[in-house]
C-alpha cells in the first residue's frame, strides 16, 4: 500500500507542476523555487508533515521534499545549537540529497560523455 500512497502523491505534485507550466508563463525555474519555498513553509506551518507520513517517497523525493529537508534540519540545527543552528541546519538536513546528486551526475557524466547535436 506505501507504493501506492507514493506513487499518488508523487503523481499530484508533478500533475501539479506539469498544470504549472502549461497554463501560467512560469517558468521551469521558477516553478523549482516555488516548489522548494513551499515545502520549507508548508513544513514551518505543520500542514507537510502529514502528506510525507501518508505519501512516503512521494512526497520526500519532488522538490517539496527538498524543502521539507531543509525546514527539518534548520529546525534541528536550532535546537541543538541555537541561532547557528538556523545558518547550518538546513545543509546538513539535505547533505544526504546533495551529495547523492553531485556523486550520480559525475558518475553519470562520466558513463554518457555528451556529444555534439550538430551532426554534418
Same mark, same amino acid.
Given at each position: 500500500?506505501?507504493?501506492?500512497h %507514493?506513487?499518488?502523491t508523487? &503523481?499530484?505534485?508533478?500533475?501539479?507542476s506539469?498544470?504549472?507550466? /502549461?497554463?501560467?508563463?512560469?517558468?521551469?525555474?521558477?516553478?523549482?523555487?516555488?516548489?522548494?519555498? %513551499?515545502?520549507?513553509? =508548508?513544513? *514551518?506551518?505543520?500542514?507537510?508533515?502529514?502528506?510525507? /507520513?501518508?505519501? &512516503? @517517497?512521494? #512526497?520526500?523525493?519532488?522538490? =517539496?521534499?527538498? &524543502?521539507?529537508?531543509? #525546514?527539518?534540519?534548520? *529546525?534541528?540545527? +536550532?535546537?541543538?545549537?541555537?541561532?547557528l543552528? %538556523?545558518?547550518?541546519?538546513? +545543509?546538513?538536513?539535505? *547533505?544526504?540529497?546533495?551529495? #547523492?546528486?553531485?556523486?550520480?551526475?559525475?558518475?553519470?557524466?562520466?558513463?554518457?560523455?555528451?556529444? /555534439?547535436? @550538430?551532426?554534418?
Amino acid at each position: 500500500m506505501q507504493y501506492i500512497h %507514493a506513487f499518488i502523491t508523487g &503523481g499530484i505534485i508533478c500533475a501539479l507542476s506539469q498544470i504549472l507550466i /502549461d497554463k501560467t508563463k512560469l517558468t521551469p525555474a521558477r516553478i523549482l523555487v516555488t516548489y522548494v519555498v %513551499a515545502g520549507v513553509v =508548508l513544513t *514551518a506551518l505543520g500542514i507537510y508533515q502529514p502528506i510525507v /507520513d501518508w505519501g &512516503g @517517497a512521494g #512526497a520526500t523525493v519532488p522538490l =517539496l521534499g527538498f &524543502g521539507y529537508s531543509l #525546514a527539518k534540519g534548520v *529546525a534541528k540545527g +536550532v535546537a541543538e545549537q541555537g541561532l547557528l543552528g %538556523a545558518f547550518t541546519g538546513g +545543509v546538513t538536513g539535505a *547533505a544526504g540529497g546533495i551529495a #547523492a546528486a553531485i556523486v550520480f551526475g559525475c558518475l553519470f557524466a562520466l558513463i554518457c560523455p555528451p556529444e /555534439d547535436k @550538430a551532426k554534418d
